[in-house]
């Protein structure tokens, strides 16, 4: 029996499930039915990795050395916990609303779309329970590789070009620049294991080298989407709405933004990280990113685009949340909670940005619109999906009774505390922009009277839709009430963030 | 039992005379695929003992032997042919690099040779069937016999053996495409001028030190007095230089390359970028490191400098050039020579750790690009040509050649857990160990311009039309997809996991810079 | 400065005639000659290690290296070391035979790389019609990559 607190089944499950999926290709229900039971599994065996997470007695697991002196290993934590649980629990909802959208859009390939899917969630698994940065980086291509053929899905020429820029930035940016500050680590420190409280503070390296080695970090994981690397996100909307939904929403993104607070905490650690300010620095990257993405997604007539831009600002919360964190530091009370919202919003974030993904997507499903400007009405005809949206939508703009709201209240109240009026003044520009770009949709939906026929002659969509197959209207239900039962629920998340703060004091 | 240690003893010999006696042999064995299955037979007996000989070079360890008063470990086999004392015979001497090489370049000459028979049999007429394989064994004589021997003479001769089957193999591809004959007669006029570079270098060390052997030559290099003022041996390390940089196609002496990479015929391709170079390579290495020094060639002479600046070069210029072709053989052509730029980037940074790099990627590169040409012989096999238009919309009608062309090409990318990442590891960290960032930068930028090239390729590859031919075409038969996919899939093994190969390269690389002067930093 | 060009003659000989090889590799358009001038430039590096085997003692060059029997000589060969004192004594010096047995293998790999080359050739002006470089590269420019 494998002792608590090992990722091991969490690891091999997908990739267990993947040669399932692969072995009954050719039988859509079994293939299906093993995608389920899959994504079940997966969290159940993650779920039992709770315990270990919050005592902060997990295991090392060492698997061999890749190279020689640099093992594999995975280790379970706090943030890993969070990340896992969500991209895990998610898949289960994920894998219900494919199979209604895969089916209700007769997509092809439909195989090679649920083995890519399970290899994505075995490279985020591997990303989350990473133990040193070698392996977080390995993982991380993993994803990078295996989501590529489900962004470039349709095979079209759209689709080729997407592909071509979110592979182009994601492995350039990996190659050219995270690999080079894993060297980097490796060589001046001689490890790269995740050590709380950071590694490189005694490896003796001059600030302006601190400096480019966070430049590197920060920007080698485009997946974290901070702005000018953001491109490739709006770029991967041209997959399938599932994809963009748990891939590009929660599991590729969270990544990103998972990797940058994990190397900032376990590799620089606060005090080396204030050392030569990069934590203002980070402020200043995401603010401009919070604030420049949300005016973006202001002009996206494309809802997956406007959703696409959402995310890069809503990412850049998080990075903002681990700058304020390093400005504040550990000792401070205050500075625990700007971790706490770095932490808090990945769930956060991932649940209310899923759902409205999932709505497009239903959308999509029912009725073939992909522009905001063809939704007038639609909320009567699709009670549920819009219901779901506005739940979702509540959650970007941070408002109560949904789980935007706390980690909003935990990014404030840091901002606060710290004094940083630049923060406070990006947070508050971003949500009146968020509900900018979100209120007019949920309002063309709900009181606007849907055109006549001859209006939009150019979509071809029928008028007598009702909601989208019931999988996908399960599914977007599910997520929404995840999303609001996190603001009455926030206490998981809370305690597996503060295991980075207490073992770091 | 005897016979065992009969073979044993006679091991380092056998490798070389074995093949040679078998390759004239192969002009009897008729027309049809009888030099075929003969010739695999032979490789694969060859592949057999090298293995058997790494065996026997890595249980040195285990047996210290008493040297006066002290024990010390042996880290060569030697062998004396004809039983002439070193002074006049020749000698051949296996240690821990060249045991490696001749691993691959026996492995690598097995595969292509059971790869080669259905390309063969579609592209060199039946009339001459026999002739190419005996040239093709022949070829592979000379290159484990200059990896196997021990005198430097002996070099140039089976250099110059390895050379003239090399042109003959690639002059075949006629049948195919003419430019086969003016891409080998353009091969064969700067290879000769390289190979007579390399002669006279030969002759310079000659007249310093009197005698051929190169261990010999090595201990009476490191016995001069005031080296730094020799002018012959400056000249001498010159010659070497240029004439190897020609063999091994270092940027820019590389302009040969390209076009006798595109047009010989397929197997041959394979052939050449796996084994080639990488013996240019290994010449290079037994010259500079184990022969002259490296603290003289690389410190006295700074000629440390000027490699790193053709290595960097090369990285960067032929990386771009590969992404401006539009025949995929070309763009891998391209591609190989600025891999050989990784390697002497490795060679000439003179630490551990590029040393290591530099053996590592030469595993590497040698299976990862073996295999990619062998992918692209199974495409010219089916559709008749290699251009970017000939692959479209082959991901689905070949797709475990196409497989294992993409996967070929992530490595070449340097991908987690493909072999190119390993060796990008390794020599980063070299770079970084130096103190070099630039070559870092460069090293960096030549992987982002290969996610170009290949990310070109595998676009059309999964997304393109598949052209008439195409459409005709079908899975290519497993004698050739078989090959292909064990050098893939061994470059993903070394990917993975790199205990192996890393381990076996940081103790060779160990041995190379302790064993002799250049241990010793000025 | 005289003697310094004068006493390593054959040396600059070697050089020079390596130079004009390698000039016509380089500048000759035409095949053959750049065949002749592969040939020319790798005679060049014979006479380099013939003139390496030169042993001069007592300002006399020394005699060709032939090996020398004292003991058991025939009556013929006795006779004939008399006549024509074609048999050196081994305390006496001799050139270095190594570097003339060297050539003498490099001097048939020479034959075959020219060999070769010619054989390339003819099949070039087979397929082309042509063995002027330019003319090749023409053509060649319009084929199809």
Redesign the interface.
């Known amino acids: 029996m494998i002792e608590s607190g090992n990722p091991s089944l969490s690891l091999m499950t997908p990739l267990v499930g993947a040669a399932g999926i692969v072995l009954c290709g050719r039988l859509p229900n079994l293939r299906e039915a093993v995608t389920l039971v899959t994504a079940a599994l997966l969290f159940y065996f993650t779920m039992g990795l709770m315990p270990a997470a919050l005592s902060g007695e997990a295991v090392r697991v060492e698997l061999f050395e890749m190279v020689p002196g640099m093992p594999i290993v995975f280790q379970v934590e706090g943030l890993g916990m969070i990340y896992a649980l969500i991209a895990s629990g998610l898949w289960i909802l994920n894998s219900l609303y494919s199979i209604g959208y895969m089916r209700g859009n007769q997509e092809k390939h439909q195989t090679r779309f649920y083995l890519c899917f399970a290899v994505a969630i075995f490279g985020a698994m591997g990303t989350a329970f990473a133990g040193n940065l070698f392996t977080l980086f390995v993982f991380y291509e993993v994803l990078t590789l295996s989501t590529f053929p489900l962004v470039t899905h349709k095979g079209n020429q759209n689709a080729i070009q997407g592909g071509r820029v979110y592979l182009g930035i994601l492995a350039s940016a990996s190659i050219g620049l995270l690999f080079p500050a894993l060297v980097w680590v490796h060589h001046a420190v001689g490890h790269v294991d995740f050590v709380l409280g950071g590694i490189l503070s005694d490896a003796g390296l001059p600030n302006w080298s601190l400096a480019l080695l966070f430049f590197l970090c920060v920007y080698g994981i485009a997946k974290a989407a901070l702005m000018p690397l953001h491109r490739w996100l709006p770029a991967a909307m041209v997959a399938p709405t599932p994809v963009s939904a748990l891939l590009h929403a929660v599991a590729v993104v969270k990544a990103g933004v998972f990797s940058v607070t994990k190397v900032s905490v376990y590799i620089f650690g606060y005090g080396t990280l204030g050392e030569f300010g990069g934590g203002d620095w980070l402020v200043y990257m995401a603010g401009f990113t919070i604030v420049t993405a949300s005016f973006i997604a202001l002009f996206q007539d494309n809802l997956k685009k406007r959703l696409a831009y959402s995310t890069v600002s809503q990412l850049s919360y998080i990075l903002l949340a681990v700058g304020l964190w390093v400005t504040l530091g550990p000792d401070s009370e205050v500075g625990q909670f700007a971790l706490i919202a770095a932490a808090v919003h990945i769930p956060a974030h991932a649940f209310g940005k899923i759902t409205l993904f999932f709505a497009a997507g239903s959308i999509y499903t029912a009725d073939h619109k992909t522009e905001v400007s063809q939704l007038k009405g639609i909320g009567r005809r699709m009670p549920w999906t819009m219901g779901a949206f506005a739940v979702g939508a509540l959650a970007m703009i941070g408002a109560p009774p949904t789980s935007g709201f706390i980690s909003k209240w935990f990014l404030l109240t840091g901002a606060w505390e710290a004094g940083s009026g630049f923060a406070i003044t990006i947070i508050m520009i971003s949500t009146l922009l968020n509900a900018a770009y979100f209120l007019p949709v949920l309002w063309q939906a709900f009181f606007c009277k849907e055109p006549e026929h001859h209006d939009d002659a150019s979509s071809h969509g029928s008028h007598d839709h009702g909601e989208a197959p019931w999988p996908i209207v399960v599914a977007l239900t599910g997520t929404a009430l995840l999303a609001i039962s996190l603001f009455f629920y926030p206490d998981w998340a809370v305690e597996l963030a503060r295991t980075l703060i207490q073992s770091q004091s | 039992m005897e016979l065992m240690n009969w073979i044993d003893f006679h091991l380092p010999a056998l490798v070389v005379v074995i093949p040679l006696v078998a390759g004239i042999l192969t002009v009897f064995c008729g027309k049809r695929s009888g030099p075929w299955a003969w010739s695999c037979l032979v490789h694969g007996f060859v592949f057999a003992m090298t293995i058997r000989l790494n065996q026997l070079v890595q249980n040195l360890k285990l047996l210290p032997v008493e040297d006066g008063s002290t024990l010390s470990v042996p880290t060569h086999i030697s062998y004396f042919m004809g039983s002439w004392p070193r002074q006049w015979g020749i000698e051949l001497r296996v240690d821990a690099l060249n045991a490696i090489i001749l691993l691959i370049v026996a492995g690598i000459a097995f595969l292509t040779t059971v790869y080669s028979g259905k390309s063969v049999q579609q592209e060199i007429g039946s009339d001459r069937r026999n002739w190419f394989y005996t040239v093709w064994t022949l070829t592979i004589v000379g290159l484990l016999g200059i990896t196997i021997t021990g005198d430097a003479f002996n070099v140039y001769v089976l250099l110059e053996i390895s050379s003239l089957t090399i042109y003959t193999l690639i002059a075949m591809g006629k049948s195919r495409d003419r430019r086969a004959l003016t891409a080998s007669l353009k091969y064969l006029i700067l290879g000769s001028v390289g190979a007579s570079f390399i002669l006279l270098g030969i002759g310079y060390l000659l007249m310093i030190t009197g005698t051929l052997n190169m261990a010999d030559m090595g201990e009476s290099l490191r016995a001069l007095e005031n080296p730094t003022e020799n002018r012959t041996l400056l000249v001498a390390v010159a010659f070497l230089l240029v004439g190897l940089s020609l063999k091994m196609a270092l940027f820019p002496l590389h302009m040969w390359l390209p076009n006798a990479y595109t047009y010989a015929p397929s197997a041959v391709s394979a052939l050449l970028s796996a084994t080639a170079t990488k013996v240019g390579v290994y010449m290079a290495f037994r010259f500079i490191y184990t022969i002259i020094g490296p603290v003289f060639s690389f410190e006295t002479v700074s000629s440390s400098e000027l490699l790193l600046l053709c290595a960097t070069l090369g990285i960067l210029v032929c990386s771009y050039n590969a992404m401006t072709q539009d025949n995929v053989k070309r763009i891998l052509a391209y591609s190989s020579v600025a891999q050989i730029g990784y390697i002497v980037l490795g060679f000439a940074l003179h630490t551990q750790m590029g040393v290591a790099g530099s053996i590592v990627h030469i595993i590497n590169h040698a299976l990862i690009k073996g295999g990619m040409f062998m992918a692209l012989g199974a495409v010219v096999y089916r559709v008749g040509a290699a251009r970017l238009t000939d692959l479209s919309g082959l991901g689905r009608i070949m797709p475990w050649t196409m497989g294992a062309f993409t996967a070929g090409g992530l490595s070449l990318i340097g991908f987690p857990l493909t072999a190119g990442f390993i060796s990008k590891w390794y020599l980063v960290q070299a770079c970084l160990e130096a103190g070099r960032w630039y070559l870092v930068v460069a090293l960096l930028v030549g992987s982002i311009f290969a996610i170009v090239y290949v990310w070109r390729v595998v676009e059309i590859i999964y997304f393109g039309q598949p052209n008439d031919n195409a459409c005709k075409a079908k899975e290519a038969p497993w004698t050739m997809v078989l090959p292909t996919i064990i050098m893939i899939g061994l470059s993903l093994y070394f990917g993975i996991t790199a205990e192996w190969t890393g381990g076996m390269s940081e103790a060779t690389a160990q041995f190379l810079l302790t064993e002799f002067e250049g241990g010793m930093q000025p | 400065m005289a003697s310094y060009f004068s006493s390593y003659y054959n040396y600059w000989v070697y050089i020079a005639l390596m130079m004009i090889g ?1 000039y016509g ?1 380089i500048a000759k358009r035409n ?1 053959v000659k ?2 002749i001038a ?1 040939s020319l ?2 005679a060049g ?1 014979f006479l ?2 013939i003139s ?1 085997a030169v042993v001069v003692e007592d300002g006399k060059i020394a005699d060709a290296p032939i090996y020398t029997v004292d003991k058991e000589l025939t009556h013929e060969l006795q006779e004939a070391e008399h006549d024509h004192h074609l048999i050196v004594k081994s305390d006496q010096a001799f050139s270095n035979p ?2 003339h047995v ?1 050539i003498l ?2 001097i048939v ?1 020479s034959v ?2 020219l060999a ?2 010619l054989a ?2 003819v ?2 002006k087979r ?2 019609g042509t063995i002027e470089e330019d003319e ?1 590269q023409q053509i ?1 420019m319009n ?3």
Do not use: D
């Open positions: 390698f590799i095949l750049q065949a592969l430039f790798q590096i380099f290690y390496m190594l570097p060297l293998t490099a790999v075959s790389i070769v080359a390339i050739i099949n070039i397929e082309y090749i060649e084929e199809a990559p």
